[in-house]
C-alpha cells in the first residue's frame, strides 16, 4: 500500500481558502486517492475521491497532477467547523482491501 | 451516502469483564468489515479485517483471542473484547467496505466509533 505524507497541522482562518498536499511517490496504477475528516470521538467521514485531474463535489476539490505522485485536498472558505483532522489515504479500494490511516493533517480554523 | 451503525457509543466497564461492540450496515450489504482502534491524538489503527462467513484476519500484534470478530451476516459485524484490562481503553472504531454511486470503485464508511473505558 502506497505510503502517504502529509503536513501534521495547518491554521487558518474564516472565509479563507485551504489547501492540505499529500505525498504518495510510489501510488500504484490502480490506487485512488481518498480523503477522509475527523472530528474527535467520531468516525472518520468520506469528501472526496479521486484518480487523476480535478475532482469537485459539494463540500472540496481535489487535485491530481498527471504523475499522480502528490494530491491536494482544498477547502474553500473554512469555517470554524471545519476544525478536524484531514486525512489522505491511497488504495485500489476494492472490496476486502483496508485502507492504512497516515498521521493525517490536524486543520485549525480561527475567527 | 452509506450508513455504518455503531453500538455503543461509549462503554465503561470493569477490568476482567467482557464488551461486545456492534456494527452495522443499514443500508448495503457489506461483504467486508474492518475495525480500527485509536488512541488519543492518534491516527487510526487497523486491527482486523472481517469477511462474511469467515475467520478475520488479524494484523499483526493483535490478539485475535482477545479482540473476538464475528461476522455472521452481511448487514453486521460484531467485536467482543474479552477480559478488557485498562490498556484496552481506546476509541474503536468500525468501517464497511460498498459501492458508491455505481462508479465501480468502492469506498469505506465509517461507524461513529465507541469509546471504551476499563476501570
Known amino acids: 500500500l502506497a505510503k502517504t505524507t502529509q503536513p501534521i497541522s495547518m491554521d487558518s482562518y474564516e472565509g479563507q481558502e485551504v489547501n492540505i498536499t499529500c505525498s504518495h511517490n510510489?501510488?500504484?496504477?490502480?490506487?485512488?486517492i481518498t480523503w477522509y475528516q475527523q472530528f474527535p470521538s467520531q468516525g472518520p467521514r468520506f469528501i472526496i475521491q479521486?484518480?487523476?485531474t480535478k475532482v469537485t463535489n459539494e463540500v472540496a476539490s481535489l487535485f491530481i497532477p498527471a504523475d499522480r505522485k502528490s494530491s491536494t485536498l482544498s477547502l474553500p472558505r473554512v469555517s470554524l467547523s471545519d476544525t478536524a483532522v484531514y486525512y489522505c489515504l491511497v488504495g485500489q479500494n476494492q472490496a476486502g482491501t483496508a485502507l492504512i490511516f497516515g498521521k493525517g493533517t490536524t486543520l485549525s480554523v480561527s475567527s | 451516502g452509506a450508513v455504518v451503525s455503531q453500538h455503543p457509543s461509549w462503554v465503561i466497564c470493569k477490568s476482567g469483564t467482557s464488551v461486545k461492540i456492534e456494527c452495522r450496515s443499514l443500508d448495503f450489504q457489506a461483504t467486508t468489515m474492518f475495525w480500527y482502534r485509536q488512541f488519543p491524538k492518534q491516527s487510526l489503527m487497523l486491527m482486523a479485517t472481517s469477511n462474511e462467513g469467515s475467520k478475520a484476519t488479524y494484523e499483526q500484534g493483535v490478539e485475535k483471542d482477545k479482540f473476538l470478530i464475528n461476522h455472521a451476516s452481511l448487514t453486521l459485524s460484531t467485536l467482543t473484547v474479552t477480559s478488557a484490562h485498562p490498556e484496552d481503553s481506546s476509541f474503536y472504531i468500525c468501517?464497511?467496505?460498498?459501492?458508491?454511486?455505481?462508479?465501480?470503485?468502492?469506498?469505506?464508511?465509517f461507524g461513529s466509533g465507541t469509546q471504551l473505558s476499563v476501570l
Open positions: 468501517s464497511a467496505s460498498g459501492a458508491w454511486g455505481g462508479h465501480g470503485h468502492e469506498k469505506l464508511f
Open positions: 510510489n501510488i500504484a496504477t490502480n490506487d485512488y
Open positions: 479521486g484518480y487523476k
